[in-house]
């Protein structure tokens, strides 16, 4: 139903302005953005959502605002932590918010010890996160050595690397999965090249402009397998299947390559089947298997807050000597964006308005705080310069809980009705149409972690003379023990994940009678989950365009599309940078002309 909007501005005290807009439209024209001088336009920027995604695009528009041209820069998220002294709240480093915050998240025990609730290991080949890593001296990375696994099935330990030296493992891993494991590389390694050359695209200050990711993928010849089914995928690579001769094979030590391994890292990182993914989505759980991978010391949590405490540090160092840039972190939960009459966004928290994002001749803003009932206090700019204020969305749509409005007049009332995105518009009589990849549920994923606990050996029917550190399940072995991973952190600690919060007798039937929760986190909440549900590809994974609204002065950017295809940190991080690139392209700050790729694309 349309909200009514007050309007609370004496329309008589308008009318002297009213008129000099007019002469000025008589004797002038419209003043738009070609007739504005670059170096007086002023901008605005909001941004919703303070994880990886919010934070890097932040760092990423202070890198290509050279001239210190914007005028604020504000991010909004509940829980985020300032980190810019190096002081850190315990209690806050323990609370994340998943509706517009960070999927990043670190438990630190009274010990002292991190552990990490989300991201728990970064791939070194991941350019963006690991230069934002090494950009700021305070972040120390530590490699992880390599720790023995297993492979649970339901029934016995498919694999154990414990049964054997690391050597004779690697021996038995190619003896039970011939051949498939080395297809399985080559497919990787193919699409770590292909992957790779979206950093050259987009460090290119002078062309490629995507419109949406599919126009990433695209352009480094991944589009094919970001749509095609991961079983489909699997088997045009000739990788073997669990058919009638797989069980024959199966008396004499081989595997399946697909049901075992790969089905278990899929459950583990997505908490979804092969058949539940695209060819990209499963390619790259694979991906650290391939070349070394570290943590941050201290928990990866730190990072999101160093890309925004770089982004304070680098503005007020290039901005010296000219006027103070405004950038801050406002600790409220975005409930409303409304596109009003004026041209401007609002943000609002509940019935609280946090800014209106506008622009005025004079280029100073009109920002208030006040409630709905509060009489306005500043007058809205009458003379739109450019397209200047922008609202960046840095979380999932479908769990952000955000209501996305337009102020439409109708008699003497201003009426809120709800948001056409017009960036989704298509088909002859120009109907929003969203990709399903925006509606669709984010699927949910529990950590927890336990103290007081050892590996049962009767529970899992083996003698644990050196007990797996980490366990993995096929679909068989999740089913039957409602786990998708369990991760020894230290004596008497682990870490699982599973679909849902464990019930305390499945823990005491799998870790002792002794055991105690000290960590339970729900990923979303009631409102969404850790990871996109994607589909099995196709239809299910087209992205949304990075644009999802526009007026004439206003737009809105929407960096988690995406994530439609394949979601991680770095894939959050390459979201931002586009979202940075297409912004600052909006704004002026880029002052070239959009020129087609000429990118390989050598399909897999």
């Known amino acids: 139903m349309p909200r009514k909007y007050d309007i609370h501005l004496p329309l008589l005290a308008l009318l002297p302005l009213l008129a000099i807009f007019v002469s000025l439209q008589l004797c002038c024209g419209y003043v738009g953005e070609e007739d504005v001088d670059r170096e007086t336009r ?5 941004v919703i959502g303070g994880g990886v995604g919010g934070t890097f695009v932040s760092r990423y528009l202070v890198d290509y605002d050279n001239s210190c041209h914007i005028e604020s820069l504000t991010l909004f998220d509940p829980t985020f932590r300032s980190h810019v002294d190096g002081a850190v709240n315990q209690e806050d480093v323990n609370k994340v918010s998943t509706l517009q915050g960070g999927r990043v998240s670190t438990k630190i025990l009274n010990d002292g010890t991190a552990v990490e609730l989300g991201a728990s290991i970064l791939y070194s080949g991941n350019k963006l996160v690991s230069d934002m890593v090494d950009a700021d001296p305070d972040l120390i990375r530590t490699y992880p050595e390599p720790k023995a696994f297993g492979v649970w099935d339901g029934e016995d330990f498919t694999i154990n690397s414990n049964r054997k030296t690391a050597r004779s493992f690697s021996i038995r891993l190619a003896y039970r999965y011939n051949f498939d494991i080395f297809r399985m590389n080559q497919a990787v390694e193919k699409a770590i090249d292909s992957f790779d050359k979206i950093y050259g695209l987009l460090e290119n200050p002078s062309s490629f402009y995507p419109l949406s990711a599919d126009e990433i993928w695209d352009a480094v010849g991944l589009l094919s397998i970001a749509r095609m089914n991961f079983e489909k995928y699997l088997d045009s690579i000739d990788l073997g299947k669990d058919d009638f001769f797989a069980k024959i094979l199966s008396n004499f030590g081989f595997g399946v390559l697909r049901k075992e391994l790969i089905t278990s890292a899929n459950l583990s990182n997505y908490n ?12 790259v759980s694979f991906v650290p298997a391939s070349k070394g991978v570290y943590r941050v010391e201290g928990g990866n949590y730190k990072i999101p807050l160093s890309a925004w405490k770089q982004s304070i540090l680098k503005r007020k160092s290039r901005c010296i000597g000219k006027k103070e ?60 310069l450019a397209p200047s204020t922008v609202v960046i969305l840095a979380a999932p749509l479908q769990q952000c809980q955000i209501t996305f409005e337009e102020q439409l007049k109708t008699d003497d009332e201003l009426v809120l009705h709800p948001l056409q995105f017009n960036g989704f518009l298509k088909g002859v009589n120009d109907e929003a149409i969203a990709p399903s990849s925006v509606k669709r549920k984010y699927k949910q994923t529990v950590t927890t972690v336990i103290a007081n606990a050892e590996l049962q050996e009767s529970r899992f029917n083996s003698t644990f003379r050196w007990p797996p550190n980490t366990v993995y399940f096929t679909e068989g072995g999740a089913e039957k023990e409602m786990m998708t991973t369990i991760r020894h952190i230290k004596d008497g600690i682990y870490k699982l994940f599973s679909p849902d919060v464990l019930p305390m007798e499945t823990l005491q039937r799998a870790f002792g009678s002794d055991v105690q929760v000290i960590e339970t986190k729900v990923w979303g909440g009631p409102n969404g989950g850790a990871y996109p549900s994607f589909g099995g590809g196709g239809e299910a994974c087209v992205a949304p365009p990075f644009l999802i609204h526009r ?54």
């Open 325 to 384: 840039p405004s950038i801050e972190h406002i600790s409220r939960q975005v409930t409303s964006v409304i596109f009003n009459r004026n041209g401007e966004i609002e943000l609002r928290s509940l019935d609280e308005l946090l800014g209106v994002f506008d622009i005025g001749k004079s280029g100073k803003t009109c920002v208030e705080l006040y409630l709905i009932d509060d009489l306005i206090n500043c007058i809205p700019a009458l003379f739109p």
């Open 551 to 604: 007026s004439d002065q206003s737009a809105l950017y929407y960096i988690n599309g995406i994530e439609a295809a394949v979601a991680s940190v770095e894939i959050s991080a390459i979201g931002a940078m586009t979202v940075a690139k297409l912004v600052s392209k909006r704004l002026g700050l880029i002052h070239t002309e959009d020129v087609t790729p000429d990118a390989s694309k050598e399909e897999l």
């Open 42 to 46: 002023s901008r605005r920027i909001a």
């Open 272 to 283: 979804q089947k092969n058949s539940e993914l695209n060819g990209l989505c499963g390619l």
